[in-house]
């Protein structure tokens, strides 16, 4: 059974960064693309950038510019570099596979604040 693990969120003052990393179990990881949702308090999850396997990348208008998804084949591993933070960007961050694929089983998620 595949399973994502996410990390590297935190607290963070408006205008820094912070780089999550989402670790994907199993050789499914490297033939999908990926991507990374986020979902605040009272709202649905939104997706907000994928990438494909060969490394096309697309974002949400609202991060464009501001934040980089990559990815680590070789690890299992795809990341986001989130920069000039928002206190909107405060969520709890996911990674998963994007649609249309069939989306795996959620991990635990990291949470990300931004305090003004």
């Known amino acids: 059974q595949v399973q994502l693990v996410e990390s590297g969120g935190g607290l963070v003052q408006a205008g820094g960064s912070l780089r999550l990393s989402c670790a994907a179990s199993?050789?499914?990881?490297?033939?999908?693309?990926m991507a990374w949702y986020r979902q605040a308090p009272g709202k649905q999850r939104e997706l907000v950038a994928g990438?494909?396997?060969?490394?096309?990348?697309s974002y949400a208008d609202s991060v464009k510019g501001r934040f980089t998804i990559s990815r680590d084949n070789a690890k299992n591993t795809v990341y986001l570099q989130m920069n000039s933070l928002k206190p909107e960007d405060t969520a709890v961050y996911y990674c998963?596979?994007?649609?249309?694929?069939?989306?795996?089983?959620w991990g635990q998620g990291t949470q990300v604040t931004v305090s003004s």
């Open positions: 199993g050789r499914i990881f490297s033939i999908n693309t």
């Open positions: 990438i494909t396997s060969g490394g096309g990348t």
């Open positions: 998963n596979k994007k649609p249309p694929a069939v989306l795996l089983s």
